[in-house]
Nanobody, 123 residues
Framework: QVQLVESGGGSVQAGGSLRLSCAAY????????MGWFRQAPGKEREWVAG???????NYADSVKGRFTISQDNAKNNVYLQMTSLKPEDTAMYYC?????????????????WGQGTQVTVSS
């Protein structure tokens, strides 16, 4: 089993930056992909970014060029650096993980989910 714990959410004005962190605990050796989804009130869950153990990354078009996903050398911590934030980035952000390649946009492929951290961007 794997537990994911997010931190770093908060409130920021448009154009500002935030850095989210996700720490993985437990059987982390079984993980290959870690990433982020987000969900705004009344909207579907949206793929944000993912990174695999070979450091391959991919991003949703809506965040490309503004968000950067990274991980530590032990592959147990994943970070999402968010810059040039917009009000439409406001959402609950969830860290996810699975033992296979990252699957863009398909949340049901992810075995493990964190509790989420709220990001609010005001105009």
């Amino acid at each position: 089993q794997v537990q994911l714990v997010e931190s770093g959410g908060g409130s920021v004005q448009a154009g500002g930056s935030l850095r989210l962190s996700c720490a993985a605990y437990g059987d982390t050796y079984s993980l290959y992909c870690m990433g982020w989804f987000r969900q705004a009130p009344g909207k579907e869950r949206e793929w944000v970014a993912g990174i695999d153990s070979d450091d391959n990354t991919n991003y949703a078009d809506s965040v490309k060029g503004r968000f950067t996903i990274s991980q530590d050398n032990a592959k147990n911590n994943v970070y999402l650096q968010m810059t040039s934030l917009k009000p439409e980035d406001t959402a609950m952000y969830y860290c996810v993980a699975r033992g296979d390649r990252c699957v863009r946009g398909e949340f049901h492929f992810y075995n493990y989910w964190g509790q989420g951290t709220q990001v609010t961007v005001s105009s």
